[in-house]
């Protein structure tokens, strides 16, 4: 029996991560009465809770899930001082607390963009959780954990993005990011302000080259004499005195 309820749950989580784009570590968030019955059925949450899901989790709830336990009294201590180890999530209803019921769903929005799991008893919570597609639910039954399996929504929100009738939300993140990337769906006044950033190149090799002075003649070339030939230069070999002196006698010899 556990082995089989352990391959449903596999199974269940391998929906959610394929078509809702759930991943680890998943946030769990709990209200007052999953405590008391795990409190009253000796089920270690933090040590059993990872083990079941095969993976690493966030345990979470909110103001108004505590505040709600606080003015139940000391019935409920117990399950109390469980939730209130758990990371606390801010809700919008810090000021004014709403009951607990109220609180969670309004965490959730109409699409669970979170990816939030949710334990809980509470039967009126439950109904408005399976309405909203992409919600896992985990609820005690016989001292044992249990993930429900997908809600009727949340099936027929995968088969109509199947059939192209809606996009998933992994597809819509990944809209929303190209449009980041462009600056598309901002206002006139944000697109303007930011700057796109040029890439650094080499510089332009023409622009290295030094400019001609402007008004400055060239100097004519020199012509050479004789229709342009060359003039040969002949280079005069000086005499040693001792050459000077023996043609001097050759010549009074003759």
Not at 91 to 102: N, Q
Not at 156 to 176: C, D, K, N, T, W
Request: net charge positive.
């Amino acid at each position: 029996m556990k082995i089989k309820r352990q391959k449903q749950a596999k199974k269940t989580i391998s929906f959610y991560k394929y078509n809702f784009n759930f991943r680890q570590p998943f946030q769990i968030l709990f209200d007052g009465t999953f405590c008391q019955a795990a409190l009253k059925n000796k089920i270690q949450i933090k040590e059993q809770m990872p083990k079941y899901l095969m993976g690493e989790v966030q345990l979470c709830t909110t103001h108004c899930a505590l505040k709600e336990l606080e003015t139940l009294g000391n019935q409920l201590y117990g399950a109390k001082i469980i939730l209130q180890k758990f990371q606390v999530r801010n809700c919008p209803h810090f000021k004014s607390p709403v009951p607990a019921s109220e609180c969670l769903l309004s965490m959730l929005g109409d699409t669970n963009p979170h990816h939030y799991f949710v334990a809980t008893q509470d039967r009126t919570l439950t109904a408005g959780l399976k309405k909203i597609p992409g919600v896992p639910l985990l609820y005690i039954v016989l001292n044992t954990m249990v993930l429900d399996k997908p809600s009727p929504e949340s099936l027929q929100h995968v088969q109509a993005v199947q059939l192209g009738e809606l996009v998933s939300p992994a597809q819509q993140q990944s809209i929303r990011s190209l449009k980041d990337e462009q600056g598309i769906g901002q206002k006139d006044g944000e697109r303007r302000g930011k700057k796109r950033k040029r890439k650094r190149s080499n510089p332009n090799p023409l622009s290295c080259l030094k400019k001609k002075k402007k008004g400055v003649p060239t100097p004519p070339l020199k012509k050479t004499e004789q229709g342009g030939e060359k003039k040969r230069s002949r280079h005069k070999k000086q005499r040693t005195e001792g050459g000077d002196k023996t043609a001097a006698s050759a010549v009074t010899n003759t």
